[in-house]
């Protein structure tokens, strides 16, 4: 079982350029979201989405904006990077918002440098 | 608001010794808690949860987590531990009420690493 699928696993861009990171899940979970994980700071919720059609800013939001394409897909694009944007990007998904007897599957994570 | 304080960034331990890793927690309405473990170069997997009910939770890999409230701990143990147990580990909280409603907040991280 896929479960959830990130694209890339790394990635190194410069200072001002632009990319998305990819993720889908094939769990036909309503909830998903985005991460970015730094040394002693745990992780950091990004970007959420509830359901489908909807989507929601975490805790750190600044510089990211997000697209959930469907029910699978829910993408994080980053507009003009920045070196403080350097970080392990994991995307998760849940049958519902963490509510009772759910629980967040995770992505194997997207290592992203910027310089 | 929501926040999860793991007390030890490092615990060493050798092959075999009981280990506990601690986490306390802020929330003071309905709160749900978890444990993760994360091997290296990979995704958080969970490990257990704490829901309701019974405040002993047993979880995979012979670990488990005991939820105190008057504390507001909720502490992961093993009684033996292995090589293999070698990981980092993250407590999460979600809880009912507020504007984070729903979404997980973790705690920094325990990175256990276990000699021979």
């Known amino acids: 079982n896929a479960g959830v699928t990130q694209t890339p696993k790394f990635q190194v861009l410069k200072t001002g350029q632009s990319m998305t990171l990819q993720c889908a899940q094939d769990?036909?979970?309503?909830?998903m979201y985005w991460y970015r994980q730094d040394p002693g700071m745990g992780l950091r919720l990004i970007y959420y989405s509830a359901s489908e059609g909807t989507t929601d800013k975490g805790e750190v939001p600044n510089g990211y904006n997000v697209s959930r394409l469907n029910k699978r897909e829910f993408s994080l694009r980053l507009e003009s990077a920045a070196p403080s944007q350097t970080s392990v990007y994991f995307c998760?998904?849940?049958?519902?918002?963490?509510?009772?007897?759910?629980?967040?599957?995770f992505g194997q994570g997207t290592r992203l440098t910027v310089v | 608001a929501q926040s999860v304080t793991q007390l030890d960034s490092q615990v060493p331990v050798f092959e075999e010794a009981p280990v506990e890793l601690r986490c306390n927690y802020s929330?003071?309405?309905?709160?749900?808690l978890f444990w993760y473990v994360q091997y290296p170069n990979q995704g958080l997997q969970l490990l257990l949860k704490?829901?309701?009910?019974?405040?002993l939770v047993k979880g995979i890999n012979g670990f488990e987590a005991e939820f105190n409230k008057s504390q507001t701990s909720f502490h992961l143990r093993k009684p033996s531990v292995h090589i293999s147990d070698t990981a980092e580990y993250f407590c999460a909280e979600s809880n009912a009420g507020g504007t984070s409603y729903g979404k997980l907040t973790f705690g920094q991280g325990t990175i256990l690493t276990v000699h021979p």
């Open positions: 704490y829901l309701s009910g019974s405040t």
């Open positions: 998760a998904s849940s049958e519902g918002i963490f509510l009772l007897n759910t629980e967040a599957f």
């Open positions: 769990m036909n979970h309503n909830s």
């Open positions: 929330s003071s309405v309905s709160v749900y």
